[in-house]
């Protein structure tokens, strides 16, 4: 862990005076879109459409997306992965960083900060999810 921290300057630290609050924007966000999403198909409005399958017939990386979140409202973990794999993930990512986010400003703790990341490790990380995102898109369009 330590190493880590040198390399990359991984720290815990208040939030400093005048600092964006990325932790409360992220989860006001998140949670804003969700309970949107919920109100909209609960109040029985059409479900959102997707413009590249209609103009294509083909599945964007994205098709899915709303199947998938359905899945888990239901419970249905393997059907959710099914509908999209990397909205999945990304889902799971995103209850994670929520759960972080309400304890750091439920509890005042200090927020996780990545000072330096070299650039060799951020363009790495673009080309994994470059990767990921493109075999999402051949498992979409091997089971449609």
Same mark, same amino acid.
């Given at each position: 862990m330590? #190493? $880590?921290s040198?390399?990359?300057?991984?720290?815990?630290?208040?939030?400093?005076?005048?600092?964006?609050?990325?932790e409360?924007?992220?989860?006001?966000?998140?949670?804003?879109?969700?309970g949107? +999403?919920? $109100?909209?198909l609960?109040?029985?409005?059409?479900?959102p459409r997707?413009?590249v399958?209609?103009? #294509?017939?083909?599945?964007c990386?994205?098709?899915?997306? #709303?199947? +998938?979140?359905?899945? $888990?409202a239901?419970?249905d973990?393997?059907?959710?992965?099914?509908h999209?794999?990397?909205i999945?993930?990304?889902?799971?990512?995103t209850?994670?960083?929520?759960?972080y986010?309400?304890?750091?400003?439920?509890?005042?703790?200090?927020?996780?900060? $990545?000072?330096?990341?070299?650039? #060799?490790?951020k363009?790495?990380?673009?080309?994994?999810?470059?990767?990921?995102?493109?075999?999402?898109?051949?498992?979409l369009?091997?089971?449609?």
């Amino acid at each position: 862990m330590q #190493t $880590l921290s040198r390399k990359f300057g991984l720290c815990f630290r208040p939030l400093a005076p005048q600092e964006t609050d990325f932790e409360f924007l992220f989860l006001v966000v998140s949670c804003g879109l969700a309970g949107s +999403c919920f $109100l909209w198909l609960s109040l029985g409005m059409p479900w959102p459409r997707c413009w590249v399958r209609q103009l #294509t017939g083909l599945p964007c990386p994205t098709c899915g997306a #709303t199947r +998938c979140a359905m899945s $888990l409202a239901h419970g249905d973990w393997i059907g959710a992965c099914r509908h999209n794999p990397f909205i999945f993930v990304c889902y799971g990512i995103t209850l994670l960083i929520n759960l972080y986010a309400a304890a750091v400003l439920l509890f005042r703790l200090p927020r996780l900060r $990545l000072a330096k990341v070299p650039s #060799t490790v951020k363009r790495a990380l673009s080309v994994m999810i470059i990767i990921a995102l493109t075999a999402n898109w051949v498992y979409l369009l091997v089971h449609r």
